[in-house]
């Protein structure tokens, strides 16, 4: 299957520190996407990575992207309670144009204050 | 911004009736979509439509259908509802591109219960 996998599948972390997240896949790639949940809500786009980039930033987001590895992972940096949710990353297939996502399991972020 | 409208928050129906969930978008959006989430499973693919009237199956089409009557409003039937339809729905959309697959809007979910 091409549903990304992430890891680990729950953090818990003080307010302040910095909260990693990976996601692994196994086919290639046209780009990958990260998404966050808060409880009960639907979800909402963080940042999009395409295959030929490594890196990208959004504020305190930070996402890189090894497609040898086939893996990305998802940085934020100083966490704040309000980080608190479930992070989704999404791959979309090389066919590119319209191609569906598919949505990993997700990852339970809780930032303690 | 892009705003993503789903009928309601929450629904409880018996089993057996006709149910409909209705999503309205309104950034002019092509693509729209639902996903059924359950927890330990994810987000699923139900239903996708790339234009007024066009739908696609996606990877759970079983047990529904869908209907696209105008560009910016996309329901999601559930033509004799199940127990094991008791799950949160999301509706999304996106820009349609030639190139490339762009993020997705979604709307705040409707948790259905169907008892």
């Known amino acids: 299957s091409q549903q990304g996998e992430e890891d680990p599948q729950a953090l818990s972390i003080q307010e302040g520190e910095n909260a990693t997240m990976n996601c692994s896949y196994k086919t290639s790639i046209n780009n990958l996407q990260w998404y966050r949940q808060n409880s009960g809500r639907g979800l909402v786009h963080l940042i999009l990575i395409r295959s030929n980039e490594r890196e990208k930033h959004s504020g305190r987001l930070r996402v890189t992207l090894d497609t040898s590895k086939k893996s990305s992972s998802l940085l934020i940096t100083a966490s704040r309670a309000a980080d608190t949710a479930s992070y989704f990353c999404a791959t979309v297939l090389p066919a590119g144009a319209n191609s569906k996502l598919t949505f990993g399991k997700g990852i339970t972020l809780s930032v303690r204050p | 911004d892009v705003k993503v409208t789903q009928s309601s928050r929450y629904l409880v129906k018996r089993t057996g009736e006709k149910v409909f969930l209705e999503c309205v978008q309104d950034?002019?959006?092509?693509?729209m979509f639902w996903y059924r989430q359950d927890p330990g499973l994810g987000l699923r693919l139900i239903y996708f439509s790339y234009d007024v009237k066009m739908k696609e199956k996606g990877d759970i089409p079983e047990g529904y259908s869908v209907s696209r009557e105008k560009k910016e409003r996309f329901s999601l039937i559930l033509e004799s509802a199940s127990t094991n339809q008791t799950s949160m729905y999301l509706c999304a959309s996106s820009f349609l591109a030639l190139a490339e697959t762009y993020e997705q809007y979604f709307g705040p979910g409707t948790r259905l219960t169907v008892t």
């Open positions: 950034m002019d959006h092509e693509n």
